[in-house]
Structures are given as structure tokens and as C-alpha cells.
């Protein structure tokens, strides 16, 4: 079993910075695919990243493509969110996700591992 704890959210300026960490417990990082995903309100979930454990190169919605960023700090087995350039409409609750296998799939339902959610909100 994995647990995922997302930590780090908050409120920032648009324009601004904000990094957030998920630490992972329960099995090792590296042997699994990696996802941030986000919820606003009254929106279903949707897909920022994913990172595979077998592909050195990340598959980002267009909508954070050079915005954001992924890392993996696999010694603390924790996985990094960058995001810079914030916009009033990244504000959301932030899921960290992993799943089993190399895919890195853009679909919320084939992660079976979630994190309980951080609150990101940009303001104008």
C-alpha cells in the first residue's frame, strides 16, 4: 500500500511561486508513475503531470506546459510540484497520485493511489 501526504498549499499572487511536496510512505518512488492532478470547484478531477518511473521525460497538460514542473527527490522518496507564472485559474485543491506500471496516463482513474489534497489559490 502507498500513502501519498501533499503539504505546502496556500495563498499567492498571480504571477507568484508556490513548490509543493508529496511525501510518499509504503513502497519506493522510483517503481512508480507519478501524477499531480487538481480539483476546483465544481469541476471534475483533471490532469497536470505525469512522470513515469521508466520515461526521463514528463507529460504536462497544456494548460502548465513551462509553467510547471515535476521532480522527484527519490533519497527522501518525495515528489516535487513547481509551479511559477500562478494564474487566478490554477487556483484548485492539488492531488498527488501514483500508480503502478510505467504509463503516463493522463486519466484520474488509473491512479490508485491519492493523496488527501492541498488547497492552491491564486489571487488577482
Known amino acids: 500500500q502507498v500513502q501519498l501526504v501533499e503539504s505546502g498549499g496556500g495563498l499567492v499572487q498571480a504571477g507568484g511561486s508556490l513548490s509543493i511536496p508529496c511525501a510518499a510512505s509504503?513502497?519506493?518512488?522510483?517503481?512508480?508513475?507519478m501524477g499531480w492532478l487538481l480539483q476546483a470547484p465544481g469541476k471534475e478531477r483533471e490532469f497536470v503531470v505525469a512522470?513515469?518511473?521508466?520515461?526521463?521525460?514528463?507529460k504536462y497538460a497544456d494548460s502548465v506546459k513551462g509553467r510547471f514542473t515535476i521532480s522527484r527527490d527519490n533519497a527522501k522518496n518525495t515528489v516535487w510540484l513547481q509551479m511559477n507564472s500562478l494564474k487566478p485559474e490554477d487556483t484548485a485543491v492539488y492531488y498527488c497520485?501514483?500508480?503502478?506500471?510505467?504509463?503516463?496516463?493522463?486519466?484520474?482513474?488509473?491512479?490508485?493511489?491519492w493523496g488527501q489534497g492541498t488547497q492552491v489559490t491564486v489571487s488577482s
Open positions: 512522470d513515469s518511473w521508466d520515461d526521463p521525460i514528463a
Open positions: 509504503g513502497r519506493t518512488i522510483s517503481s512508480l508513475t
Open positions: 497520485a501514483a500508480r503502478d506500471g510505467s504509463l503516463a496516463t493522463t486519466s484520474p482513474r488509473q491512479y490508485g493511489y
